[in-house]
């Protein structure tokens, strides 16, 4: 998708581009350029940095990387003052290059193909983190399992207790409109926040009537020892 506001630049740019092996589509701004890109698959943008209707190039780029991460980015510009602007984009901003004008097609096709290239690369190191984080997630959730099990085996009233304020916690999370990263983490809290009654007696915790002063004392010390343990 070429984002382009010369028309001159532009007709250059597909016909260039379509007789290397591109099926080139153009836009005039970055208005357009968002639009076309809900309607139809591209692999990748080549846009200009200066573009009329109120957004430049590199605030269509974080634009670009919130809505269409998948697609290659690489900024062209031709103002010698717009080149460390350009540069930002590409290290800060998630641009996959930058050309600066003119340029040959042969280098343009070029650095489209480079920039197609390392965009997949980057999804893939994405893909990996997320299957990483996915895979400590899932062992903190076994060991939070297990830790669970042994406290219901000990206390079967705090297997009760500890499922209600569960189920309460993730109502809230869910009425306060919290994302999902952070109701895994309430949700793991609710669960273990009694956890500490695994360093209780049993004679305490089962114990019939009232407790004394010194059984109180032991009682309170559940939440410190809970939070050594998680």
């Known amino acids: 998708l070429i984002v382009e506001d010369d028309p001159d630049q532009s007709r250059a740019l597909l016909y ?11 836009v005039e701004n970055a208005h357009a350029a968002l639009l076309k890109l809900r309607l ?8 200009d940095l200066n573009l009329p209707g109120g957004m430049r190039g590199d605030e269509f780029l974080r634009r670009l990387r919130s809505e269409h991460p998948a697609v290659a980015f690489v900024m ?3 103002d010698g003052h717009d080149v460390p602007t350009a540069v930002r984009a590409t290290l800060e901003q998630g ?34 983190v997320r299957m990483a984080e996915k895979g400590q997630f899932e062992a903190v959730y076994r060991t939070q399992r297990v830790l669970v099990r042994a406290m219901e085996t000990k206390d079967m009233y705090t297997r009760r207790h ?14 306060m409109g919290l994302d999902r990263p952070r109701m895994r983490v309430l949700k793991a809290a609710a669960m273990l926040h009694d956890i500490g009654k695994i ?4 004679t305490i915790l089962h114990k019939e009537g009232s ?3 010194a059984e109180w004392e032991i009682i309170k010390k559940h939440t410190v020892d809970g939070a050594q343990i998680v």
């Open 95 to 128: 641009a996959d290059g930058y050309l600066v004008k003119p340029s040959t097609i042969a280098a343009i096709s070029t650095h489209l193909v480079s920039a197609i290239h390392r965009r997949g690369r980057e999804l893939e190191r994405d893909r990996q």
């Open 162 to 175: 500890s499922a209600k304020v569960t189920l309460c916690t993730m109502i809230m999370a869910r009425t």
């Open 76 to 78: 062209y510009t031709g």
């Open 16 to 26: 260039g581009l379509g007789r290397e092996g591109f099926l080139p589509s153009a």
């Open 40 to 47: 139809e698959l591209f692999d990748v943008v080549l846009c």
């Open 211 to 213: 407790l004394n002063d």
């Open 199 to 202: 360093a209780v007696p049993l």
